[in-house]
Structures are given as C-alpha cells and as structure tokens.
T-cell receptor, first 114, second 114 residues
C-alpha cells in the first residue's frame, strides 16, 4: 500500500507569490491534516479535513487556506508569501479521524521563500 | 489548552545505554498522548500512543512509555540504544477523541555514540 504522497517535495518562491501544496492520502483514508514545521515554532497544526469538510483550523492567518476533494486528496494554499512562511509542510492521513486511528505522515514539502 | 513540555532539546547516549526522553503534559482532562520519531528528511512515524488503556505502553523498535498521572508525565524509554535510534523525537497530545489534531512538544534530538 502506498504511503502518503506530497508534491512537490521542494519549492522555492519569492515574497508576495502564492503557492499550492498537494497531499494524496493513503488509499481508503478520509481524514487529512496539515502541519507546519519550523526551527523556531516547531510543529504547528494548520487544518484538519474529513470528507471534504474542515473540522479544525489552527491559529494561522487567513493567507493559509486548504481544501479536500471527493477522492480525499487535499491541497493547501498560501497567498502573499512572507519570509516566515519558509518551512516544512507535513500532511498526515488517517482512516476516520480520532485518537484511536493512527495518523500516517508524508515526507513533507519544503518551502523556501526568498 | 492542552500542551506538552519536552525537557532537553538534545540527549546524547552511548550505544547500548538506556534512553530516557522526558515529556510532561498539561491537561485538565485525561489526555491522549503520543510519541513520534522523525528521521532526517522524512515525515513523522508513530512510536506509541496512550489512549487510557494500560499505563505502560509498548511501541515499535523496543521503545516504551509509562503514563504517570501523579507526575503528569509520559516519558519515553528504551533499555539499550542503537545507532539507528539517532533521530528527533516528539511528544504530542490530542485535544479530544474525535479529532486528529495534535499539539506537539518542541522535540528532543537523540544522538547515539559508538
């Protein structure tokens, strides 16, 4: 069974641009979550989606948005990029959401904002 | 709000020595607690989790953790370190049962010397 896939793996953008990151969950998984990982702030929760509905949102500005499609694939978008958005963005999927289901993490997309 | 504190951002041990990584939680309700490991350039992998069953939880790769309510701790241990254990370890807490949202500690980097 293929794991969680994130594309692209590496991305370089300049300030003010926007970016879209993609996450394909494990087949059969309906819940997708996103996290931002930086050396300064650590791992911070961005969003959680289940069956195309956003169930939870972290404390990030409105420039960060996401969505989930009917096939459970998810995208996150960051508009008007800032230098501080440089980070590793991790996606995780689980079957039905909740602590009794294991989340599987993808390898991440490393975003560099210049 | 729930949180976890990991004491020691870096821990160094010799191969074959005991590994002890510390995690304390702050929660007003019974928490759900997790330990994840992250190898360089990879996503997170679940080592073990506590979901109110047995207080001593056994995980993968010989790791285990004990939930101690009186000490609000969930320390990770391994009797004998192996070179391949060198990685970053994260303790995390879940807010409630019906969500995948995790709140992570700041991480502990484990170095293993021959």
């Amino acid at each position: 069974k293929a794991g969680v896939t994130q594309t692209p793996r590496y991305l370089i953008k300049t300030r003010g641009q926007q970016v879209t990151l993609s996450c394909s969950p494990i087949s059969g998984h309906r819940s997708v979550s996103w996290y931002q990982q930086t050396p300064g702030q650590g791992l911070q929760f961005l969003f959680e989606y289940f069956s195309e509905t956003q169930r939870n949102k972290g404390n990030f500005p409105g420039r960060f948005s996401g969505r989930q499609f009917s096939n459970s694939r998810s995208e996150m978008n960051v508009s008007t990029l800032e230098l501080g958005d440089s980070a590793l963005y991790l996606c995780a999927s689980s079957q039905t959401s909740g602590v009794h289901n294991e989340q599987f993490f993808g390898p991440g997309t490393r975003l560099t904002v210049l | 709000a729930q949180s976890v504190t990991q004491l020691g951002s870096h821990v160094s041990v010799s191969e074959g020595a005991l590994v002890l990584l510390r995690c304390n939680y702050s929660s007003s309700v019974p928490p759900y607690l997790f330990w994840y490991v992250q190898y360089p350039n990879q996503g997170l992998q679940l080592l073990l989790k506590y979901t109110s069953a047995a207080t001593l939880v056994k995980g993968i790769n010989g790791f285990e953790a004990e939930f101690k309510k009186s000490e609000t701790s969930f320390h990770l241990t391994k009797p004998s370190a192996h070179m391949s254990d060198a990685a970053e370890y994260f303790c995390a807490v879940s807010e409630r049962e019906g969500t995948d949202k995790l709140i992570f500690g700041t991480g502990t980097r484990l170095q293993v010397f021959p």
